[in-house]
């Protein structure tokens, strides 16, 4: 047995106690009663027995503690135990220290034992036939098997068992927990898409407020400030309205309740009609570049891009300089693409301010799907222009929504396993 294998003792537990006190207690009996199994070999005194019985005892305090190493010192007492005419007691205990060294021993030795116990039983079996010459030296060999193979067997079974049900068990843990990050990804998912949604269909409307307020406060002009008014009214109710339909989705029990519009790519105008109401100064323009192909949107790719263009329209009325802001929707068989391009220049302080949530808003809806999304300053016919690029690919938001799905089945169905 190699040093490595031998394990320090701890403290023994109240069973292997008890375990040892019922075994010395029967050994004595018997050692009294003169109960043995065989007579004393090699003129050993048979008080020897004793002393086997008291380490065979002391073994059973190693049996979960340092079981390899009470299963070499175990084996020692035995064989001493049996030369000086054994004790019924004394070898029943070393079976239990055969068990417990495969039960709780290493590994890498444990699992050798029940191979070890066989070759032991054989080479037992043919020394017996060899002296004996009889056929009851067979006897000895069943013996020596029930001593050693049953035990250590036994032990292998059980250790296996017990590996099956941590296995299970951590195999549980892992996906209560792979559920749990789920679930927290899900919900903050819905958090994120939550607060575009809330931006995008909020922010216009306070953006056209802010402008027409600040031209109302800066004109002294009645006319002017009552046409102002209007426009902050509108768009109060306008905004007011978006609120509570937002509220009301959130307030709804799911799979009950009937599915929310979806925004289109057809509303495109209203859009640009509320942007021209929004703009105080006549120099700005609006226009629509529809040169998308006949056909139906994936509904994540048509609610992106009209996003992307109700935020850019946003920020072209709070930043933009005046002159020709031009909305280009072109669609192909494999992607959509979405550019909304606004004069860059001159205006030293925002018409409304702004906090930079919009552009990050519109990069996180395009990465969902896997697109590509620019923004920034670019030349364009008539000059230095602001341009909001996204291309939003059609195939993959179908494809990657369906594996979505499935993977979250198969999550859902590997916590429910768990938790059975």
């Known amino acids: 047995m190699p040093a490595s294998a031998l394990r320090l003792p701890r403290r023994p537990e109240r069973d292997d106690v008890l375990i040892a006190l019922v075994g010395l207690f ?28 008291v380490v065979m005892c002391g073994v059973e305090l190693l049996r979960r503690g340092a079981p390899l190493t009470g299963l070499v010192i175990g084996t020692l007492a035995l064989a001493v135990d049996i030369c000086s005419g054994s004790l019924v007691a004394t070898v029943a205990m070393y079976t239990d220290v055969v068990y417990a060294a495969v039960l709780y021993g290493r590994p890498s030795v444990a699992w050798r034992i029940p191979r070890v116990c066989e070759v032991l039983t054989l080479l037992a079996t043919l020394l017996a036939v060899v002296l004996m010459r009889k056929p009851e030296a067979l006897l000895i060999g069943c013996g020596v098997g029930v001593i050693l193979v049953a ?18 068990r951590l195999e549980a843990e892992r996906t209560a927990l792979l559920a749990e990050l789920d679930r ?25 407020i802010a402008i027409h307020s600040s031209a109302a406060l800066s004109i002294n002009e009645p006319g002017t400030s009552r046409e102002a ?34 925004p289109r790519l057809d509303g495109v105008d209203a859009l640009l009609e509320h942007a021209r109401k929004a703009v ?45 802001v ?16 606004s004069p860059f220049g001159a205006a030293p302080v925002p018409r409304a301010p702004g906090s930079g949530a919009g552009l990050v808003g519109m990069g996180e809806r395009v990465a969902l799907l896997d697109g590509t999304f620019e923004a920034g300053p670019a030349q364009g016919p008539a000059g230095k222009v602001w341009r909001v690029r996204a291309l939003l690919p059609l195939a993959g938001a179908a494809v990657r929504e369906k594996a979505e799905r499935a993977e979250r089945a198969e999550r859902a169905e590997r916590a429910e396993k768990g938790i059975r």
């Open 184 to 208: 927290r990804q899900a919900v903050g998912a819905e958090r994120a898409r939550m607060a575009r949604e809330l931006h995008d269909m909020v922010a216009n409307h306070l953006s056209a």
């Open 151 to 168: 035990p250590a067997w036994t032990g292998v079974g059980i250790r296996r068992h017990r590996d099956a049900a941590r296995a299970a």
């Open 229 to 262: 008014l209007v426009v902050i009214r509108e768009n109060s109710v306008q905004g007011l309205a978006e609120m509570r339909r937002l509220i009301g989705l959130l307030r709804q029990a799911g799979a009950e309740s009937e599915p929310a519009a979806t």
């Open 326 to 341: 031009t909305v280009r929707l072109a669609g192909r068989e494999e992607a959509l693409l979405t550019e909304v391009t």
């Open 280 to 324: 105080v100064d006549d120099g700005f323009t609006f226009v629509l570049r529809d040169e998308r192909d006949p056909g139906p949107l994936p509904a994540p790719v048509e609610l992106a891009a009209y996003r992307i263009v109700q935020e850019s329209l946003t920020n072209a009325v709070k930043h933009a300089a005046p002159g020709e």
């Open 26 to 53: 029967g050994g004595l009996l018997l050692w009294f009663l003169g109960l043995r199994n065989n007579p004393a070999l090699f003129g050993l005194p048979k008080w020897l027995s004793l002393v086997a019985l």
